[in-house]
């Protein structure tokens, strides 16, 4: 059971590896798992460029993952006079639902926030589950792997020590997608603490992880801006940059709010703010931090929350979630990244002020 | 790589209400009365395995008279009475061997209880929710013609993975025995077999070579044609018509090619000779692709010596990665392939010979020609040693019962020189109420009981011998128990002969006599016992 993580830096062309990885493995019965629609569309096509049609070859998501390979198949080792006949991605069940309807409403639909609980469950009800995972699949490859929540920990930590090769790839700086936003089961490990649970399965010999730091995307600037998000703490290996492009107007620059319209006007950066609630005093066309995830801007104004203001003033170093967020917004950029802040504190960032 | 059907499981579909048959790894025959089953279970095994039926479409095909009337009729009654019972659904589902390669249709959604988890495909045929209304309207008058228009099917394996096409490590070849009568010479089943047997490059270039022919008839016969045809105006518009070979897919070569033998087209070929070829084909070993493979009735249309021919080459082609099924109606099959893979189908329910010997599968084999099929097919057998006793016998039982032995169903079975011991194991093996007759040769019953008696039970199956001091024989033995005069009296033969030497002699022919005579006839006790006995196994 070689298991491969490799943890990429934003812009670390992940996926494009899984791509490539995929095209040289022949004769190997392989799974691709991701987490989001558009993350699946883009790795088929991309897969469909690079090696035509091979039928050893799956691409699905997560949840397609554990009910067509856990609960449709094996359901009946918990409720044995039961079919699977849906998914029901919105639902949740009552709080206090017991048996059958935690799981299921009541046209047998699964709830998506259940059904990482319910395919462990099954998995430990009954071996023929992985036996059967195991003689479909050589090697199962994971997208986004940070994006696990709750009960997929476990499920990963059987596959580990399964006979089939897992290798995933993930940017544990930015994970803001959760699968699971109900359960609580192993929320530690739902940000970035699951770096933590990859470094433990590491030191036991389940699995190797490497590094991946150079980014395609980020100018130098940003990438050693983004590096300082994260304290030295977590360990984290410095990012090194390859976007040698220049413009004219390239790096991290802070921005009074006065000067805003005028930045806008000059350089049509994408605003981004954490929410609907925050940057009120701001009128732009904004996306949100947890909206862009993925995407690719030249340029971005970010209007940053009282904690990231804190941080670039005084240093205040952010909590793991609001990190991911704030890393994610802050590297989407390729070429600028402009953050509105009036008083500027102890930062040595550059201000931006428009040339009379 | 084996493809095995551990479990064939047929609910609802003809004349299965509930029905199990677990196959053997390899062969399996099955035998029957008619209406037993034979063919319906053959057609729902490749059902489930194709999810088509005959080339066609569950949904097309199906009809009211899919559905078990038994089941129809309690449903009916059902209703009539007040009750709610559901709508009589079908479902066959297939079970397979736990291999590692068939773990893509692993899964537990099956009828298995307790929950069991293994490789298989299910068909079921269910009412539709979709038409919920009109089946609730055909319900307030319910009628054993089920509303099949709002039924609907799906074909899944265990796993709940609905299936579109038959998995490919699932091939099957159904040979059936009926006459070729599509006019391309190549029905169904064949053309399956034949396109199993074709890489796909070597399909492709088939394809393209037709295509290219069509072409070139285009251009050259046809062109000449075309050539008048314009100047023809035959066209109710403007446009000139023309004549062109049609390359839609209607007519693909399929259609066209068929298999030459001996330069006789297949279709013309006897239809001995077609079933041979079906046979070949299907099993031939390098076709390692085709996993399961039934052959209905081969004895049809076939002279002894080509069913030997015939037989010989299933042998040789069975490979040990096919399961075979084979329905027959001829003793002479069933020897040959073995009787230790013997199904016994019996409408809704299937027994199968458990731990037969592989000695006596052998000495049947040797005599493919002894009817065991009578003997499994028998509600009762009582087995005598030949002609004579049988006769004899068939008059004792219907003194006794005021009945013949075919009307108790009960067959007299002559063993003709066969070893006793063999027979009595087959017996036992299918559960087989049986009583035995035989004579002592001047040996004590009690030791002649020595070497069978672990067969025996004294409730189903039992041996049955004279005293040694009534006589050695059948003859012996009757005159013991009639006093000679009588006898001589029965038989009319003059004082001078021997009654011994004369009986012994005209076997048969006094056996007929006695049997036929309005006179009375007493019976020698061993016959009497073994009469009643069989009456009440």
Request: charged share 25%; net charge neutral; with cysteine.
């Amino acid at each position: 059971m070689p298991n491969h993580l490799t943890l990429a830096v934003a812009g670390g062309r992940k996926t494009q590896g899984l791509v490539e990885y995929c095209g040289k493995a022949t004769d190997r019965k392989i799974a691709v798992l991701t987490f989001t629609q558009t993350n699946q569309q883009e790795i088929r096509s991309r897969l469909a460029s690079h090696k035509g049609d091979c039928n050893t070859l799956e691409v699905m998501g997560w949840y397609t993952f554990l009910l067509r390979h856990f609960a449709q198949p094996f359901l009946r080792f918990k409720f044995p006079k039961d079919r699977v006949m849906g998914f029901d991605f919105e639902g949740r069940p009552f709080q206090f639902a017991k048996g059958k309807s935690r799981f299921m409403d009541s046209g047998n639909r699964v709830y998506a926030c259940e059904l990482g609980k319910l395919a462990f469950e099954l998995m430990e009800a009954t071996p023929a589950l992985l036996r059967r995972l195991e003689c479909i699949y050589d090697e199962i490859l994971i997208d986004e792997v940070q994006d696990l929540a709750s009960f997929d920990w476990e499920i990963l930590e059987v596959l580990l020590g399964s006979k089939i090769d897992v290798r995933m790839v993930g940017d544990v700086r930015q994970a803001v997608l959760s699968t699971n936003p109900r359960g609580q089961k192993n929320k530690k490990f739902g940000y970035a603490a699951s770096l933590e649970w990859f470094r433990d399965k590491e030191a036991k010999g389940l699995l190797t992880i490497a590094y991946a730091t150079i980014t395609y995307r980020c100018r130098a600037e940003i990438a050693t801006f983004s590096d300082t998000i994260f304290d030295a703490t977590w360990g984290f290996p410095g990012t090194t940059s390859e976007n040698l492009d220049e413009t004219g107007h390239d790096g991290v620059f802070l921005l009074h709010t006065q000067h805003v319209d005028e930045y806008v006007g000059q350089f049509r950066p994408q605003c981004l703010r954490h929410s609907v609630s925050s940057a009120k005093h701001l009128n732009l066309d904004f996306q949100n931090f947890k909206g862009v995830k993925g995407a690719t801007f030249d340029r971005v104004l970010l209007a940053p929350t009282a904690n990231i203001e804190n941080f670039i003033k005084k240093g205040t170093a952010l909590e793991a979630t609001a990190a991911a967020a704030f890393y994610v917004a802050a590297t989407r950029a390729r070429q600028s990244l402009a953050i509105v802040i009036d008083k500027v504190g102890t930062s040595t960032l550059p201000v931006w002020a428009p040339s009379d | 790589m084996t493809i095995v059907i551990t479990r064939i499981h047929i609910r609802g579909y003809r004349i299965y209400k509930d029905f199990n048959l677990l196959p053997n790894p390899k062969m399996n025959i099955l035998v029957g009365g008619n209406d037993a089953g034979k063919s319906t279970l053959m057609e729902a095994v490749s059902l489930a395995l194709n999810g088509r039926i005959g080339g066609g479409s569950v949904l097309e095909e199906l009809n009211p008279h899919w559905f078990n009337t038994e089941l129809v009729q309690e449903f009916v009654a059902q209703r009539t009475a007040g009750k709610k019972p559901a709508l009589p659904e079908i479902l066959i589902e297939l079970y397979l061997r736990d291999d590692d390669e068939l773990q893509v249709l692993c899964g537990a959604v099956n009828t298995a209880v307790p929950t069991h988890a293994c490789p298989g495909v299910f068909l079921r045929i269910y009412p539709n929710e979709e038409y919920q209304d009109m089946l609730d309207d055909w319900l307030k008058a319910p009628n054993a013609l089920l509303p099949v228009e709002y039924y609907t099917c799906e074909w899944r394996s265990f796993a709940d993975r609905e299936l579109t096409k038959r998995p490919r490590v699932l091939s099957v070849a159904t040979i059936d025995s009926r006459t070729v009568k599509s006019s391309a010479g190549v029905d169904y089943h064949l053309r399956q077999i034949l396109s199993d047997h074709l890489e796909t490059t070597e399909k492709a270039e088939i394809s393209l070579g037709f295509r290219t022919v069509k072409a070139s008839m285009t251009e050259g016969a046809l062109a000449t044609v075309n050539t008048r045809f314009s100047t023809l105006g035959a066209s109710l518009l403007a446009e000139p018509m023309a004549l062109a070979m049609d390359q839609t897919s209607r007519t693909s070569w399929e259609s066209v090619i068929t298999p030459h033998v001996d330069n006789v087209p297949f279709s013309m070929a006897g239809q001995g000779q077609q079933a041979a070829i079906k046979i070949s084909l299907a099993m031939k070993r390098h076709s390692a692709k085709v996993k399961i493979v039934m052959i209905e009735e081969p004895e049809n249309h076939l002279s002894h010596t080509s069913l030997s021919t015939l037989l010989d080459r299933v042998e040789k082609l069975a490979s040990d990665d096919q399961q075979l099924f084979v329905s027959t109606h001829s003793t002479y099959v069933l020897n040959r392939l073995g009787l230790n893979s013997l199904h016994l189908l019996n409408r809704n329910h299937a027994s199968k010979i458990t731990a037969l010997n592989p000695g006596t599968v052998r000495y049947f084999q040797r005599l493919p020609g002894y009817d065991t099929l009578r003997l499994v097919l028998a509600k009762k057998v009582v087995l005598v040693e030949g002609p004579s006793d049988e006769i004899i016998f068939e008059r004792v039982f219907n003194d006794v019962h005021r009945l013949t032995p075919m009307a108790a169903g009960v067959d007299v079975i002559s063993m003709r020189g066969l070893a006793l011991a063999r027979c009595l194991e087959l017996c036992a093996a299918v559960d087989k109420p049986v009583a035995v007759m035989r004579d002592n040769d001047g040996i004590k019953p009690a030791d002649l009981r020595i070497p069978v008696a672990k067969w025996l039970d004294g409730k189903k199956r039992e041996l049955f011998i004279g005293e040694v001091s009534d006589g050695r024989t059948l003859e012996p033995q009757l005159i013991t128990a009639n006093g000679e005069p009588h006898l001589r009296d029965v038989l009319g033969i003059t004082p001078k002969a021997d009654l011994v030497t004369w009986m012994t002699r005209e076997k048969t022919e006094g056996a007929l006599l006695i049997a036929e005579s309005p006179k009375a006839l007493t019976a020698p006790n061993y016959m009497n016992a073994a009469a009643e006995f069989i009456q009440n196994a």
